[in-house]
């Protein structure tokens, strides 16, 4: 009724937007959305940053109406670009969300991003699609091979942010760790972990790192980073170090050989690359 008492009182469809997210009424949110757009012709921006909001609260399919609504505008409005990549990035955020997906969806995804940077070019501006696509690659389609091609390609570009040059050198080592390269992988860690000590980023690196050497085998040192973790900033580092950390502590014998554990630690090393045959007793 305050809405249809005054039209132009724009602080009342705010407020209706806000009481349809509380609700998680999305429809009802991307309906109003999209009118107040309409009437400030704002190309997009309200409706953007719903998508956001839906995208924080896993309503991935929403998410997707609110980028379609922008890339209808047309290719010439202002916000056509970051409606692209939030497309990409609603579909890579739904499959880590339900852990994989079909080879099919995996690979329509994967031609989605290919056809992205074709039209805008691999450069400081779609570096982090670059990255988005060496994920799927590595951890989802199981191709370290195309993600470390992709990733050595990105970490070239001049211009990258240091927050985004760090990440591809994550996902590098990830794969190189995949590929049986554990040294390679062993250096970038220790880089990224030394460019952003005190930083969740830094943290990561540190928590990789140790992963690394609990799969080589060495548990002491392993442990001794992952102390340090226990407090992170982060909860999920926080809890995957403890976690590492209590397996190790668990499993470590006054058996000088650690068979068991080394044993353990090479099955987990063979999850993580994929080989899970070998990972079997």
């Given amino acids: 009724?305050?809405?249809?008492?005054?039209?132009?009182?724009?602080?009342?469809?705010?407020?209706?937007?806000?009481?349809?997210?509380?609700?998680?009424?999305?429809?009802?949110?991307?309906?109003?959305?999209?009118?107040?757009?309409?009437?400030?012709?704002?190309?997009?921006?309200?409706?953007?940053?719903?998508?956001?909001?839906?995208?924080?609260?896993?309503a991935y399919e929403y998410a997707l109406k609110c980028y379609d609504y922008v890339l209808a505008l047309g290719?010439?409005?202002?916000?056509?670009?970051?409606?692209?990549?939030?497309?990409?990035?609603?579909?890579?955020?739904?499959?880590?969300?339900?852990?994989?997906?079909?080879?099919?969806?995996?690979?329509?995804?994967?031609?989605?991003?290919l056809q992205f940077l074709n039209t805008n070019g691999r450069n400081w501006q779609t570096a982090q699609q670059m990255k988005d696509l060496a994920e799927l690659y590595l951890y989802y389609m199981h191709n370290a091979k195309w993600s470390i091609q992709l990733m050595k390609e990105a970490i070239a570009i001049p211009g990258l942010s240091e927050?985004?040059?760090?990440?591809?050198?994550?996902?590098?080592?990830?794969?190189y760790l995949v590929n049986g390269e554990s040294w390679d992988a062993d250096l970038l860690y220790k880089q990224v972990e030394k460019a952003f000590l005190n930083d969740a980023l830094g943290q990561e690196a540190k928590y990789r790192y140790a992963r690394l050497c609990y799969?080589?085998?060495?548990?002491?040192?392993?442990?001794?980073?992952?102390?340090?973790?226990?407090?992170?900033?982060?909860?999920?580092?926080?809890?995957?170090?403890?976690k590492l950390w209590l397996l190790i502590q668990d499993n470590l014998t006054d058996d000088s050989t650690r068979e068991a554990l080394q044993r353990f630690a090479q099955a987990d090393l063979y999850l993580f690359q994929n080989h899970y045959e070998k990972s079997l007793p």
Avoid: H
């Fill in 163 to 175: 927050s985004t040059l760090a990440n591809c050198k994550l996902v590098l080592a990830d794969a």
């Fill in 75 to 113: 290719d010439n409005k202002r916000y056509f670009y970051q409606a692209q990549q939030g497309v990409l990035n609603c579909g890579l955020l739904q499959i880590k969300s339900e852990n994989g997906a079909s080879i099919e969806r995996l690979k329509s995804i994967e031609t989605a991003y």
């Fill in 1 to 58: 009724q305050l809405i249809q008492k005054a039209p132009d009182n724009y602080v009342y469809n705010d407020f209706l937007i806000w009481s349809f997210t509380q609700q998680k009424d999305w429809n009802g949110a991307l309906i109003q959305a999209k009118a107040v757009d309409k009437r400030l012709k704002e190309e997009g921006r309200s409706v953007l940053v719903l998508a956001q909001i839906m995208l924080e609260n896993e």
């Fill in 215 to 242: 799969f080589r085998g060495e548990f002491e040192w392993s442990q001794s980073q992952l102390d340090v973790l226990k407090d992170a900033t982060s909860q999920l580092i926080s809890n995957n170090a403890l």
